[in-house]
């Protein structure tokens, strides 16, 4: 079955600083990609998807690029932010030409960003 | 629009109560998902239905767990006797666009 895999956290940076957070995948067919985030007490929110391989996806300075090859959607962030302590998801769907279908999530990474 | 709408936000019950989570998925989207979120599992899909109709709900975890969705406006997720393994926050979702799920803001469960 499909499945993801995503770094184990808590990530601590101090502001500014580089981010990236690994995710890879396995999936039968030709998934799309996904990076939720999520803050304390809320929902998710879509932060940026990619539906095929090349494709790039970015939203808020945050970016990630479908790798067929290697099976990954990384996330990164040039110079993270305070506010940008979240726990962020990965995680693909095999919905075919967008239709409903569940997602199959990663186990999430908590990220804190210290002033 | 107001978004995903979850109730109640919180829920505590006791062992071997019914419990009933309701949602309201943005108007217009015509498939709605559960999910349940606890720390050992993270996020797990429970059901989810297009058009009203169930179409998988193979990550019903037991008989116990049933849900419902008897117009486009609202679902149920009934959990019928409760346990305390049960206790996580359970978010329901709806599809706009495509790939793109709207997820709302959870009940948290507590089963004491």
């Known amino acids: 079955g499909d499945s993801v895999t995503q770094m184990e956290g808590p990530v601590t940076l101090s502001e500014e600083a580089f981010l990236t957070i690994n995710c890879t995948y396995t999936a039968t067919g030709y998934p799309s990609l996904f990076w939720y985030v999520q803050y304390p007490g809320e929902g998710l929110q879509l932060l940026l998807k990619?539906?095929?391989?090349?494709d790039k996806g970015s939203n808020k300075g945050f970016e990630a690029t479908y790798r067929k090859e290697t099976t990954s959607f990384h996330l990164e962030k040039g110079s993270v932010q305070v506010s940008d302590s979240a726990v962020y998801f990965c995680?693909?769907?095999?919905?075919?030409?967008?239709?409903?279908?569940?997602?199959?999530f990663g186990k999430g990474t908590h990220l804190i960003i210290q002033p | 629009d107001a978004g995903v709408i979850q109730s109640p936000r919180h829920e505590v019950t006791e062992m071997g109560q019914e419990v009933t989570l309701r949602c309201k998925p943005i108007?217009?989207?015509?498939?709605l998902f559960w999910y349940r979120q606890t720390m050992m599992r993270g996020l797990e899909l429970l059901i989810y239905f297009n058009n009203n109709v169930p179409i998988d709900d193979s990550g019903m975890p037991e008989d116990r767990f049933s849900a419902k969705m008897p117009n486009a406006s609202f679902s149920t997720l009934k959990i019928q006797p409760s346990e305390p393994r049960d206790s996580a926050v359970y978010f329901c979702?709806?599809?706009?666009?495509?790939?793109?799920?709207?997820f709302g803001p959870g009940t948290r469960l507590t089963v004491l």
């Open positions: 108007s217009g989207h015509n498939s």
């Open positions: 990619a539906t095929k391989a090349d």
């Open positions: 995680a693909l769907s095999d919905a075919i030409g967008g239709g409903a279908d569940g997602l199959t």
């Open positions: 979702a709806s599809i706009g666009g495509p790939h793109e799920q709207f």
